[in-house]
């Protein structure tokens, strides 16, 4: 859990309000899963890859939030370790799988699985 915590503070800078100065907290935080809910693997030109799969939810800290479910996601930049960050949304992953532009064999089924999993409450009962 920690290395899925560090690489997505690698990558992506979460943008808090223009209004907000640098040193004040975001009015979001993110609810991580106690324990990788899912592993895969990939053997890629003679390395065995071990893909723990992790489940972080955005939950705002502001008064009224939760009668905003579902919760708006907060912008999202490219930190000094990705190229560009954005949010996907499941249908656009099918959109690439459909045209073979994912590398990673039944990753839009996982996804799927994964919001079946949290709208139904399985991945929100392990939440830290």
């Known amino acids: 859990m920690d290395g899925a915590k560090r690489e997505l503070s690698e990558e992506v800078i979460f943008d808090g309000d223009d209004k907000r100065s640098p040193t004040e907290a975001l009015p979001f935080e993110l609810a991580w899963c106690t324990q990788p809910y899912s592993t895969a693997d990939s ?3 003679g390395f065995h890859y071990l893909i723990a799969v992790c489940f972080a ?3 705002w800290n502001e008064e009224g939030a939760e009668q905003q479910k579902p919760w708006p996601l907060p912008a999202v930049t490219a930190s000094d370790d990705a190229v ?6 499941v249908d656009e992953f099918a959109k690439l799988d459909d045209q073979k532009l994912l590398g990673t064999k039944n990753f839009v089924k996982r996804l799927e699985r994964t919001e079946f999993l949290y709208q139904n409450g399985v ?4 939440m830290e």
Not at 84 to 89: E, H, K, L, V, Y
């Open 43 to 45: 053997i890629t030109e």
């Open 57 to 59: 939810e955005v939950v």
């Open 84 to 89: 560009d960050a954005r949010w996907w949304s």
């Open 123 to 126: 991945l929100q009962s392990q």
